[in-house]
């Protein structure tokens, strides 16, 4: 895949503040993360408190468009 203009923050999947996630069999092109765990985000992550756990990432296929350097799964990637 070749896109004419490079493109960015187009994450897979965020499952952020969630519980009991499962995530599998999946294949995902992205120009950023694929799967970024999150807990909430700045001031409005802190208020809520709600952490992401219990998460099951398995088989999955991840492949970055041409040009975009990010991670297959991150984690905490906007931790509060």
């Known amino acids: 895949w070749d896109p004419p ?10 499952p952020d503040s969630s519980q ?9 092109e992205t120009g950023d993360d694929s ?3 999150k807990s909430g ?3 409005f992550g ?3 408190g709600v952490p992401a756990r219990n998460i099951t ?3 999955i296929v991840v492949r970055q468009t041409r040009g975009c350097n990010a991670a297959g799964v991150a984690l905490g990637s ?3």
């Open 57 to 59: 990432i398995r088989r």
């Open 35 to 37: 799967i970024a765990v």
């Open 5 to 14: 203009v490079r493109p960015t923050n187009t994450d897979g999947v965020n």
């Open 41 to 43: 985000w700045d001031c």
């Open 20 to 28: 009991h996630v499962l995530i599998e069999d999946s294949y995902f």
């Open 78 to 80: 906007e931790m509060s």
């Open 46 to 48: 802190r208020e809520e």
